[in-house]
């Protein structure tokens, strides 16, 4: 008994340091631009490199903040502005084309799923030049709402995959317990199908604002003007300038990274308390 517990012991420890090592491997390009948006610039260039900063210095924080020195605001709203516009229309159109190839009988029905997915046989660089076009031509070059339709177009597959994957898990039989009360098909998938789906919207709205969020190369595209550029595009042109601050630039890449980070840890709240148990009487 006693070979057999210090087995599990040994086998415990192994383990968790696997899963620590893993994690710091990880976390270590993370790590590694905490300690250089905390050093002072001499420290950030100088030699030998240290991970722990000599003197601490918060201060390339506050200015980030100050538009005089970095346009971080301005680009922060642009990048939210385009991640929550294709998060919701995506999550919208997701729940009624998710619901009509979930539940509704229509000719076409299956090759219409397939059709869905041939949008990724193409790399996003092959799909920009006729949506360039396209946008082009109804006015909306070097516009945000040119970057929101590239990435709705970009994630409604899988929004639409998503949904249909979760209405099919809910019982026919509330539908029609629906349909007794009275409720139209609106109704019904509003009102009885997103609730018992909420964990799977969630999710949606979740990868459809980290893609949008993210976006590097349709922004490039359609965004000319620095007053509409997302944070990726905003913080690659700073890079690019030879006054650019490196302890500057690491914390700005910190922050950018807290929407993702803050909303991931938020969803899977959302996603655990939501989860329901069956909602068929016997």
Not at 29 to 52: D, Q, R, V
């Amino acid at each position: 008994m006693k070979k057999t517990n210090n087995k599990k012991i040994l086998k415990g420890i192994w383990f968790y340091a696997r899963v620590i090592l893993v994690v710091l491997v990880l976390l270590f390009p993370f790590i590694i631009m905490l300690s250089i948006s905390l050093k002072e610039t001499a420290e950030t260039i100088g030699y030998p490199p240290t991970i722990i900063p000599r003197n601490w210095e918060i201060q390339h924080f506050f200015d980030i903040f100050n538009a005089n020195i970095f346009p971080f605001n301005k680009y922060m709203r642009n990048s939210l502005y385009i991640a929550l516009a294709t998060s919701v229309i995506a999550v919208l159109l997701g729940i009624l084309g998710g619901y009509a190839l979930s539940r509704l009988k229509f000719k076409g029905k299956s090759l219409i799923s397939e059709m869905f997915f041939l949008v990724y046989m193409f790399s996003g660089i092959l799909l920009i030049v006729p949506l360039f076009k396209m946008l082009s031509a109804i006015g909306l070059s070097n516009s945000r709402e040119a970057v929101i339709i590239c990435m709705i177009v970009q994630t409604l597959p899988t929004a639409i995959y998503m949904t249909r994957s979760y209405f099919d898990t809910i019982p026919a039989e509330l539908e029609e317990a629906g349909r007794v009360d009275g409720l139209s098909r609106m109704g019904i998938i509003f009102r009885i199908v997103v609730p018992l789906s909420m964990s799977g919207i969630i999710s949606v709205f979740v990868y459809a604002f980290m893609i949008a969020w993210n976006d590097v190369l349709f922004a490039s595209i359609f965004i000319d003007s620095p007053e509409l550029m997302t944070i990726p595009i905003g913080l690659n042109s700073l890079f690019n300038t030879p006054d650019y601050i490196w302890g500057r630039m690491m914390a700005a890449s910190l922050v950018t990274s807290l929407p993702i980070v803050i909303m991931y840890g938020f969803s899977q709240r959302l996603i655990k308390s939501g989860s329901t148990a069956g909602g068929v009487k016997g």
